[in-house]
């Protein structure tokens, strides 16, 4: 056993991409690695509580990034708290079962009130005006003032968006030193998104995703030293660490756009205002949460017909691998209240946009922002900037890499490796598994 253990969630490492990463080759030598296949939908919040659950969005209820909470009639994107997740988590357990273990949780999505003993995410705060403080959420509360004061803010617009980089990764790896020294958790999620940046943008096998493991591995190689150092101060500490692919992400060349299908087909209404076209979700007989690879449709009052003609108006598209509803769900094990009344799932080379507008001059003011919350759905053209007209662009066919769709080849696995050997047990893992092997380096 061991006294700490480290998670390191990476997304989008792959096998391969190992050899190009020195520092972390060496710090797992010595140890396993392993495939690891993530759950259906392949996507952050969703794998994450699989990692911390061992369950699948069946059982935790986090169905992708975002909800539709239909008796509010509100959606709700990257911005709930743990309060959603429906089952325990690795730290419950563990206060549970050990009540000495202690844990903190760095960064992963959905972690704001979670029965972690300390937590650092960021969480901005949100003006009357429209505008933005830098904030993070932290446990206990006034960590996140000393960080500030050590490190500077964190750097959110380095998180997401055009300027998107590994300033972000290289200040969660160093506040997180600084909380290995101060709390010294026995264990410890930490959630570093670097790579998700370039292989959607410019594609996995890019010479900028290329540059990216090199950037992600310096982070590493000064993150395993020294986090052993800090948690060495006092006495010889014996230190897991486990860095775990969330998923791996898929060169795209097209773009399905569900809303305007569903608007097509006369599903769909929307309002417009002096700011262009609003989604007018309460009075579609159905529309899309768009989300990677995969698009949840909500259809109003579950209306058999309706369902029945959502599914017809997906199936055959190009891009679409397969259109889910009812029992169907159950074969991903995504069959959870929350879930669309149909599920439309991508081909590997395609991705799914939010866009219900049919002309772009009509498109409403926040598709040109970076604007995670007002989306019906995920944006990876947040990424890139249009010089011309100083905002963020409205072509989906920009967006090179993508994730989300079910597993169903080896290029769609990632990696998982250990710095000690016997702890990963042989052949392909799951995201679920995470769970167990954690807490059995404790006994549990």
Not at 186 to 204: E, R, S, V
Not at 360 to 369: I, K, L, M, Q, S
Not at 406 to 411: A, M, Q, R, T, Y
Not at 431 to 437: M, P
Request: with cysteine.
């Amino acid at each position: 056993m061991s006294d700490h253990v480290i998670l390191l969630s990476v997304p989008g490492l792959r096998g391969q991409d190992v050899s190009h990463m020195p520092r972390l080759s060496a710090k797992m030598r010595e140890g396993d690695s392993s495939e690891i296949s993530p759950s259906f939908p392949c996507v952050t919040c969703s794998v994450q509580m699989n990692m911390v659950t061992g369950c699948t969005p069946q059982e935790h209820g986090v169905i992708g990034n975002g909800f539709y909470w239909r008796e509010k009639n509100e959606f709700e994107m990257w911005t709930a708290w743990n309060e959603v997740v429906q089952r325990p988590q690795i730290w419950d357990l563990l206060h549970e079962r050990s009540p000495g273990v202690t844990s903190a949780a760095w960064f992963p999505l959905l972690i704001k009130g979670c029965g972690a003993d300390y937590i650092c995410t960021f969480a901005p705060i949100h003006n009357p005006d429209g505008s933005e403080s830098l904030w993070c959420y932290t446990k206990p509360t006034e960590l996140y003032g000393d960080l500030r004061d050590t490190f500077g803010h964190f750097p959110l617009q380095h998180f997401w968006g055009p300027l998107a980089n590994i300033k972000s990764s290289q200040w969660i790896a160093d506040s997180a030193v600084e909380g290995a020294k101060r709390f010294r958790p026995n264990f410890f999620y930490i959630y570093l998104p670097h790579l998700d940046y370039a292989a959607q943008k410019t594609g996995p096998d890019s010479d900028a995703a290329t540059q990216a493991l090199a950037d992600l591995d310096e982070v590493l190689g000064s993150l395993f030293e020294r986090v052993e150092s800090a948690l060495s101060a006092e006495e010889e500490a014996n230190v897991l660490w486990i860095v775990a692919s969330e998923y791996t992400i898929s060169p795209v060349n097209h773009v399905l756009y569900p809303n305007r299908l569903l608007r097509d087909a006369g599903l769909l209404s929307v309002q417009e205002d002096e700011h262009g076209e609003r989604l007018d979700t309460g009075n579609s007989q159905a529309w899309a949460l768009a989300d990677h690879q995969f698009s949840h449709i909500f259809v109003r009052d579950r209306e058999a017909d309706v369902v029945r003609r959502v599914q017809e108006v997906f199936q055959g598209q190009e891009g679409v691998a397969e259109v889910l509803a009812g029992e169907d769900l159950a074969k991903y094990d995504l069959a959870h209240e929350r879930a669309g009344d149909v599920v439309v799932i991508s081909e590997p080379t395609s991705w799914q946009a939010y866009y219900y507008w049919q002309d772009d001059e009509r498109a409403p003011d926040f598709a040109h922002t970076v604007d995670i919350h007002r989306k019906p759905g995920y944006d990876p053209v947040e990424l890139f900037f249009d010089p011309a007209t100083k905002s963020i662009p409205l072509n989906a066919n920009l967006v090179q890499g993508s994730h989300g769709a079910p597993p169903w080849s080896d290029s769609q696995r990632g990696a998982i490796l250990a710095s000690q050997p016997g702890v990963l047990p042989g052949g392909t893992l799951t995201d679920t598994d995470v769970a167990d092997l954690v807490l059995r380096q404790f006994g549990v």
